[in-house]
């Protein structure tokens, strides 16, 4: 038996790492007005928001803003700039926008890495395939991107691929407690089966090659689940065209009308000398722009 001072000790110990966890993960909320310089970052490379309305927008600065409060974005071998913290921000809104009060539990930072790495999280050498990925083990409550793959996601029109929307669809298919391609918390339970009999349906689809869903989705249900939700968030109206009863479902998922909204940036045209239109008074190219010039 440990002496009662031991006993103590340990006691004490483990009660101030609880509260030191808890104070963590303690939620915050936004308390200041949403930064200028963030939304002209947000009309120009997102175009899910750029298509909302004035309402709407109001909604997902406040969302963006409380997701980057509570959750820490840290560059490795990388400088990690306001654009890539807006995209990957966005990333994580975008899914859950149809949930005002959902928040990821199983989250509490993203690795920015500069480039694709491998299995082993090197940035150099051989089998540097992977561009994102949602930690396990000693890594939970992780999330690992690649920015070269972040700003692709955004940049590349008509591609169906957004790599970090792809690795927060792992989030929310991983909070009922396993990821396996059915999201239980946001997937009613009539809904259960079809959605599973449809995701195989449509895996023996793109493993005949008789599919525009891309091949990764053919390689489990869990991969199915996050590359068709790429889909609906990148070309909702070519989704609802060619698959309706997966545009039908991930509706329900998602709670969320994607075909009924245009997705743009915006096409306003800023010289490097002109004023930001942040309203900050500066040069775009000192300011705003900074992140182009």
Not at 183 to 205: R, S, V
Request: hydrophobic letters at 40%; proline letters at 5%.
């Amino acid at each position: 038996m440990l002496p009662t001072i031991s006993i103590l000790v340990i006691f004490t110990a483990v009660i101030l790492i609880i509260r030191r966890e808890q104070g963590k993960h303690k939620h915050k909320i936004p308390k200041e007005p949403f930064p200028k310089k963030w939304r002209f970052l947000l009309e120009h490379n997102i175009p899910f928001y750029a298509g909302l309305s004035q309402a709407d927008k109001d909604r997902f600065e406040y969302k963006v803003h409380e997701f980057l409060l509570n959750y820490r974005i840290t560059g490795i071998q990388t400088e990690v700039t306001d654009e890539d913290r807006i995209m990957i921000a966005s990333s994580g809104v975008i899914p859950i926008f149809g949930f005002p009060d959902w928040w990821y539990t199983n989250l509490y930072e993203v690795l920015l890495y500069p480039g694709h790495f491998n299995l082993d999280f090197e940035t150099e050498g051989e089998n540097r395939n992977i561009m994102g990925m949602v930690g396990t083990g000693y890594m939970n409550g992780k999330m690992i991107l690649s920015k070269t793959a972040l700003h692709a996601g955004f940049d590349i029109n008509n591609d169906k691929k957004n790599t970090a929307i792809h690795e927060f669809v792992h989030l929310i298919d991983k909070a009922d407690g396993s990821i396996d391609g059915v999201p239980a918390l946001l997937l009613d339970k009539p809904y259960a089966i079809p959605w599973i009999q449809l995701i195989d349906e449509k895996i023996k689809e793109i493993r005949e090659d008789d599919s525009d869903i891309r091949p990764y989705g053919g390689t489990s249900r869990i991969e199915f689940f996050a590359v068709i939700s790429e889909y609906f968030f990148e070309r909702p109206k070519l989704l609802a065209k060619k698959h309706p009863e997966l545009y039908a479902i991930l509706e329900e998922v998602f709670d969320q009308d994607m075909d009924g909204r245009v997705l743009k940036k915006s096409k306003t045209e800023i010289g490097r000398n002109d004023p930001c239109p942040c309203g900050s008074g500066e040069k775009f190219k000192h300011c705003c722009g900074g992140v182009h010039f």
